[in-house]
């Protein structure tokens, strides 16, 4: 035996009542699609699923690819609410590890919901016939918006994507390493060519059919399975077209052939201008922190202002305070947003460029 197939697909694991109201589509409930993707698991050794939330659906998945031989299982739990991360696979899984990325949205994007998951990449180690394999699964942070410009955590996934190779690098010991899961990156992206060029993936699907687009979600490919190795080549490698029976997303899956004759791992050439690139990047991107906490701050002083000149009309009435009390949150809530959340942005994105800078100059 020298095949080993892999399959990863966002399974949009949300609510019925918030996936209604983000697509306005008629679909199966979330139950009925969980177990549509279950009975679609049998013909793989590995799977890489995200946004699986809910316990209950993990356990229908589990049960259901233990019948089909995928026994062994992790759940990468994160935070408050979970990564969403679950791994399944033929083979047993003997070491697994978690990175949880240091910037994962903010907390008063509560229905964007990234702050309180705790995204990040799950890593497992699976001892197979053919070898051990690193495994390793992620979820970077979506844009919610079409404009870059306009993006407000475009920051984050740059920050999240060399978090990632930096883990990966740490962790990687194996003859065969995989990373897959939902990058939201387009192939045309400064983030994509961070993968491919700083940390030298091999994208499967890009290797097999260079010239078909691989839509995965919305006319966009935004899901893969990357790989390196000097032992393994990818044979094989297919997207799923978007079917809301399953997913919003489509699946991915691959088939790795174990060769005996070792294979030289070129590294791209335009690492460097990659660098320089993010480096660019992220000091516009900076200054535009620089100058939103500087708005943010001028608005806790007004409100402390406000907060001020209102102590001296005091008619000690209810209405005097509930309104004061409202006020004084504000202002309290104002000021730690800016001091911590903030700070700590900037800060991470700060020692991020110095950190680049050294690579580049």
């Not at 990564?83 to 590890?97: D, K, M, N």
């Not at 309180?116 to 197979?128: L, P, Q």
């Not at 030298?200 to 290797?207: A, E, I, K, R, T």
């Not at 320089?276 to 500087?294: A, D, I, Q, Y």
Request: hydrophobic share 40%; charged share 25%; glycine share 6%.
């Amino acid at each position: 035996m020298s095949l080993l197939r892999v399959f990863t697909l966002n399974c949009w694991g949300l609510p019925d009542l918030i996936t209604g109201r983000l697509k306005g589509i008629k679909k199966p409930k979330r139950t009925e699609r969980i177990i549509n993707i279950s009975n679609e698991l049998g013909n793989y050794d590995i799977v890489g699923l995200q946004e699986v939330w809910m316990k209950q659906d993990r356990e229908v998945l589990r049960q259901k690819a233990k019948k089909y031989g995928l026994v062994h299982c992790h759940y990468y739990k994160s935070f408050m609410l979970g990564s969403g991360l679950l791994l399944l696979s033929r083979y047993p899984i003997v070491q697994t590890a978690f990175l949880r990325y240091s910037l994962n949205g903010k907390p008063q994007r509560i229905l964007h919901g990234d702050w309180y998951v705790g995204k990040g990449v799950g890593m497992a180690t699976i001892k197979t016939p053919m070898g051990d394999v690193d495994c390793f699964i992620t979820h970077l942070i979506a844009s919610y918006t079409e404009i870059q410009e306009k993006e407000e955590y475009y920051l984050h996934r740059l920050l999240q994507t060399l978090e990632l190779i930096e883990f990966v690098n740490s962790r990687s010991k194996s003859p065969l390493t995989i990373i897959l899961g939902d990058f939201n990156w387009e192939p045309e992206s400064l983030g994509y060519q961070i993968l491919r060029n700083v940390g030298g993936y091999n994208d499967c699907f890009y290797d097999v059919n260079p010239k078909l687009n691989g839509f995965t979600c919305d006319n966009k490919r935004i899901d893969y399975i990357f790989y390196l190795s000097k032992m393994w080549t990818v044979t094989e490698c297919s997207v799923n077209v978007q079917d809301f029976c399953f997913s919003d997303h489509g699946a991915v899956k691959a088939s790795f052939h174990l060769s005996h004759d070792e294979q030289k791992i070129v590294r791209s050439s335009d690492g460097k201008k990659t660098w320089e690139k993010l480096h660019v990047t992220l000091s516009v991107g900076l200054e535009h922190l620089r100058r939103r906490r500087k708005v943010h701050l001028y608005r806790v002083l007004a409100l402390g202002f406000i907060l001020y000149v209102f102590s001296f009309f005091s008619d000690f009435s209810v209405m005097y305070y509930t309104f004061f009390g409202i006020l004084f949150s504000l202002t309290m809530v104002s000021l730690a947003y800016v001091v911590i959340w903030k700070d700590s942005e900037v800060a991470h994105n700060a020692r991020l460029k110095d950190k680049i800078h050294k690579y580049v100059y």
